[in-house]
């Protein structure tokens, strides 16, 4: 079945740094979208997806989908204290009688000051 | 606050038994999802449900169903319980089958003992 990959698992970085996850899909994906969960959380929709080779911008935070539609990024640039939690990518997928939105395992996000 | 209820929010349970999760969908939402989140891990698909008709499945077990009631919410029955099902359970709806963002309940923690 489809899979959707998440690198790295853990980061643990220092404030000020920068930090990247990493999402490939072994399908092509219809969009994906990103959330994040705080620690004790639920997660949370930050941004959708859908063209190819798309990037979007949030203030600090870069999302850009490859032109194959299978793998997307997430940069943070000058990571705060305020950034840390887990980042998960979900790829959405047409399946025979509907869509499938499947989860990365996500990217645990430390940030130490 | 995300407009997806889930009931309850914690259940301790023994193996063997029998527990139903309930979850309410932001209200239009025709899709409802279910997925498991064991402790630091990612989120795993279970089961997804529009507009009361199972549209597609994940890694669901035989002794996990669900279903979509015409008043849209659902519930999540899980039998013969293991201690491997203690786990956040996680109810998400979205408007469209994944085409825009799904919204994320507080989850039930699930103990089982």
């Known amino acids: 079945g489809q899979q959707v990959m998440q690198i790295p698992q853990y980061q643990h970085v220092q404030e000020g740094e920068d930090f990247t996850t990493y999402c490939n899909s072994s399908t092509t994906l219809s969009n994906i979208q990103w959330y994040k969960q705080r620690p004790g959380g639920h997660p949370v929709f930050l941004i959708q997806l859908v063209k190819s080779g798309e990037v979007k911008k949030q203030k600090r935070l870069t999302f850009q989908f490859g032109e194959a539609k299978k793998n997307s990024s997430l940069h943070i640039t000058a990571t705060q204290t305020t950034d840390v939690g887990t980042y998960f990518c979900?790829?959405?997928?047409?399946?025979?009688?509907?869509?499938?939105?499947?989860f990365g395992a996500g990217t645990i996000l430390r940030v130490k000051s | 606050d995300s407009g997806v209820t889930q009931t309850p929010k914690h259940l301790i349970t023994a193996t063997g038994q029998r527990v139903t999760l309930r979850c309410s969908p932001r209200?239009?939402?025709?899709?409802v999802y279910w997925y498991q989140q064991s402790l630091d891990q990612g989120l795993q698909f279970l089961i997804q449900y529009y507009n009361g008709e199972e549209r597609a499945k994940g890694n669901i077990l035989e002794r996990f169903s669900a279903q979509q009631f015409p008043d849209l919410h659902s519930e999540l029955n899980l039998s013969s319980l293991e201690l491997g099902d203690s786990a956040l359970y996680f109810c998400a709806s979205s408007a469209f089958e994944g085409y825009t963002e799904a919204f994320f309940g507080q989850g039930t923690r699930l103990t089982v003992v």
């Open positions: 979900a790829g959405l997928s047409r399946q025979e009688y509907g869509n499938k939105l499947v």
């Open positions: 209200s239009g939402d025709l899709s």
